[in-house]
C-alpha cells in the first residue's frame, strides 16, 4: 500500500473532503492524525480508522499546532504528509463584505495553512522526505462575484505553496496545491447548479475524486511534482 509505515495530519479532516482524505489515506496504510474543531464528529471517523487518532486544533493557533504536532510525532510517529484542508468560507464582494469576516477567512484559510507549514516542514526537512498538500480551490485560479474574501484567501494559499516549494527546493520535500471545483459537502452542496452546469463535466464532485488527486501528490508517485497546482474542477476553470 501506498502510505504503509506513514504518518499524515489531516486539518478539517472531522468531515467533508478532510475525512473522505483521512479515510482514503488510513485505507493504504497511514497513521492519520485527524485534526478538527468539530471534536465528536472527529473521534468517531479517527476511531474507525486503524490507527487513527484525533486531536482537536484550532489551525488559527500556532502553540496548539506546536503541541499536536509534538504529541503526534510522540504518538504515531514522524510526520511525512500534511494535507491543509481546513477551511471557511462568508460570501460578499468587495462592497458588502465586512472587515471582520475578511480577516477570518484569511486567518483560518491562509495563516492556518502557513502555520501548518511552518510547524511541519522543519521535521520534514531535517528528515530529508515529506510532502504537503495544500487545498486551495477553483476560486484560487480565477475570480468570483461575491467572495472576495475567499477568492483572496485561495489564491494566497496558491501563492504560499509556490513559495514554500522554493523554501524546500533540495531537501526531499515537495509542496503542491489542489483546487477543487464544487464538491458535496456542507460548504459545496448549497452552490447554484448553474456553477457547473456549463463545465465540461457537468455535474457536482465527489469528495473522494479529489481525495484521489491529494493522495497522489501526498506519495511517492508525484516524486518529480513541486508547487504545482492540480485543478478538480471538471473543467470549470478552463
Ligand atoms: P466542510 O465545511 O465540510 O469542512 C471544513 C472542515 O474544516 C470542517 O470540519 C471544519 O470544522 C474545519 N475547520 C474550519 N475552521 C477550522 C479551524 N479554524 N481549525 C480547524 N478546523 C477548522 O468543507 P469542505 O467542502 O470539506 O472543505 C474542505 C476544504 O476544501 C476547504 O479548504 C474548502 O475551502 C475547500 N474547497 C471546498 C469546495 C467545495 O465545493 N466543497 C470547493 C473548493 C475548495
Not at 80 to 93: K, P, Q, R, Y
Request: with cysteine; glycine share 14%; proline share 4%.
Amino acid at each position: 500500500m501506498r502510505f504503509d509505515g506513514k504518518v499524515a495530519i489531516v486539518t478539517g479532516g472531522a468531515r467533508g473532503m478532510g475525512a473522505s482524505h483521512a479515510r482514503g489515506l488510513a485505507a493504504e496504510g497511514a497513521r492519520v492524525a485527524v485534526c478538527d474543531l468539530l471534536d465528536d464528529e472527529g473521534r468517531t471517523l479517527a476511531e474507525s480508522l486503524p490507527g487513527a487518532r484525533y486531536h482537536h486544533l484550532d489551525v488559527t493557533d500556532e502553540e496548539a499546532w506546536q503541541a499536536v504536532v509534538r504529541t503526534v510525532e510522540d504518538t504515531l510517529g514522524p510526520v511525512d504528509v500534511l494535507v491543509n484542508n481546513a477551511g471557511i468560507v462568508h460570501f460578499g464582494g468587495v462592497e458588502e463584505q465586512s472587515p471582520e469576516h475578511f480577516r477570518r477567512i484569511l486567518d483560518v484559510n491562509v495563516v492556518g495553512t502557513f502555520l501548518g507549514m511552518h510547524t511541519v516542514l522543519p521535521g520534514m526537512r531535517d528528515r530529508g522526505r515529506g510532502a504537503v498538500v495544500n487545498i486551495s480551490s477553483a476560486a484560487g485560479l480565477m475570480g468570483f462575484a461575491d467572495g472576495i474574501g475567499y477568492v483572496t484567501s485561495k489564491w494566497g494559499i496558491r501563492g504560499m505553496t509556490k513559495a514554500a516549494a522554493l523554501d524546500m527546493a533540495g531537501t526531499g520535500v515537495r509542496v503542491n496545491s489542489v483546487h477543487p471545483g464544487v464538491i458535496r459537502t456542507s460548504m459545496g452542496e448549497g452552490a447554484a447548479p448553474a456553477l457547473f452546469a456549463d463545465q465540461p463535466v457537468p455535474r457536482i464532485g465527489e469528495p473522494e475524486e479529489v481525495t484521489r488527486m491529494v493522495l497522489f501528490l501526498a506519495g511517492d508517485d508525484a516524486s518529480y511534482t513541486t508547487g504545482g497546482e492540480f485543478p478538480v474542477d471538471g473543467g470549470q476553470t478552463i
